[in-house]
């Protein structure tokens, strides 16, 4: 074990830029901090609930609060907290890529606040599929 948390966290970066040289650290940080206490999180509650949905944020943003304050580029993000950016009209204005992925979240949010399902009728978005015990479902 101690062998694969070493090979994962501590390779060597792929090229001298200061984003690969963080990479390691960060992905370290996020994983022990966020990624890990949300996906057991999950895996919990998917055992008493079939309302389960899980996401993951892949979109980059100029807009991001903590990047900001953090004086970090567009090329670190998304961080945590980056999905309000997506999810509130209040962070500047968005690009078009941005601009569709903020309309489909505030559909899936409305849609589960009314339905308690994001997709209810999957006819204007892509289907989400709920986390089970057994599948591991998430957004992308």
């Not at 694969?4 to 992905?27: C, F, G, S, V």
């Not at 990624?35 to 999180?41: T, V, W």
């Not at 890529?97 to 204007?124: C, I, R």
Request: no cysteine.
């Amino acid at each position: 074990m101690t062998a694969n948390i070493a090979l994962k966290y501590y390779n060597h970066p792929r090229d001298d830029t200061d984003l690969e040289k963080n990479q390691p650290l960060m992905d370290l940080f996020s994983d022990v901090t966020f990624i890990s206490p949300d996906q057991k999180s999950v895996e919990l509650m998917s055992k008493y609930s079939r309302h389960v949905f899980n996401y993951y944020l892949t979109q980059q943003t100029e807009h991001s609060l903590l990047g900001k304050v953090m004086k970090l580029g567009q090329e670190y993000t998304p961080i945590h907290g980056d999905d309000l950016v997506f999810l509130m009209d209040v962070f500047g204005q968005k690009g078009d890529q941005e601009s569709s992925l903020s309309n489909h979240m505030v559909k899936y949010w409305t849609n589960f606040a009314k339905f308690g399902h994001p997709t209810p009728s999957a006819k204007d978005l892509p289907n989400w599929n709920s986390v089970t015990e057994n599948e591991k479902n998430y957004m992308e």
